[in-house]
């Protein structure tokens, strides 16, 4: 099975600021992974998939890119209601989450 | 609009077998390259994906948890079912279904993401 892993596990940014995660594979997945946001008590919601497209509806603040094994996500300009886990995934394997908070 | 809805139990006791129902709307279990998954997050922790089924009907399992799970569906009901055995206290997690997308454009390559998601139903595992 491939595995992924995620970082940070956690950070605190001010709002405006510029928030990258980023997700690595343990072995080429092509462009094939995909950022969710979980909000606390809420289900999961998908942001990008295949890397770098934009769910419909999304903030264009958030945004994804890379291929083969490493993968980043971005929010250009953190916002109040970003709070939540962020989560990267690859076929049937979930990163292990990053949990975003504001300073 | 796109909604799918869990049901089941929400207190199982441990041994016993849990039946989730995933109800959907909005799209229909026969369209090509289109499913439906069922991911658990126990309290506190990160995603697990559970098994899918797809509209050919191929099914896929967790590997840690293959011997215990079954999924099905009834097309005209609009409805997924997952049947957990054998129950444990670790098994205590909000159960979600989510409309799932997969195929191929490269070789070896496999799409796949879960765009629309059940708001989950919460299982607990206790005597």
């Known amino acids: 099975d491939i595995q992924m892993t995620q970082s940070p596990s956690s950070l605190s940014a001010s709002v405006g600021d510029r928030v990258t995660i980023t997700c690595q594979a343990s072995?080429?997945?092509?462009?094939?992974l995909n950022w969710y946001q979980q909000k606390p008590g809420k289900a999961p919601k998908l942001l990008i998939y295949?890397?770098?497209n934009l769910e419909t509806g999304v903030p264009s603040r958030f945004s994804g890119s890379g291929s083969g094994t490493d993968f980043t996500f971005t929010i250009s300009s953190l916002q109040p209601e970003d709070i939540a886990t962020y989560y990267c995934?690859?076929?049937?394997?979930f990163g292990p989450g990053t949990k975003v908070d504001i300073k | 609009q796109v909604t799918l809805k869990e049901s089941g139990p929400v207190l199982v006791k441990p041994t016993e077998t849990l039946t989730l129902t995933c109800t959907v709307s909005?799209?229909?279990?026969?369209?090509?390259?289109?499913?439906v998954s069922w991911i658990r997050q126990p309290p506190g922790k990160a995603l697990e994906w559970l098994a899918h089924?797809?509209?050919?009907?191929?099914?896929s399992y967790s590997t840690s948890l293959k011997s215990r799970l079954t999924i099905s569906k009834d097309t005209s009901k609009s409805q997924v079912v997952l049947t957990m055995t054998n129950m444990d206290p670790v098994d205590t997690a909000t159960y979600y279904c989510?409309?799932?997308?997969?195929?191929?454009?490269?070789?070896?390559?496999?799409?796949?993401?879960?765009?629309?998601w059940g708001k989950g139903t919460t299982v607990t595992v206790s005597s």
């Open positions: 072995q080429d997945i092509s462009n094939y």
């Open positions: 089924i797809f509209s050919n009907d191929e099914k």
């Open positions: 989510a409309r799932t997308h997969s195929g191929s454009y490269i070789p070896n390559y496999y799409y796949y993401y879960m765009d629309v």
């Open positions: 295949d890397a770098s």
């Open positions: 909005g799209f229909s279990l026969s369209n090509a390259r289109m499913g």
């Open positions: 995934q690859q076929w049937l394997t």
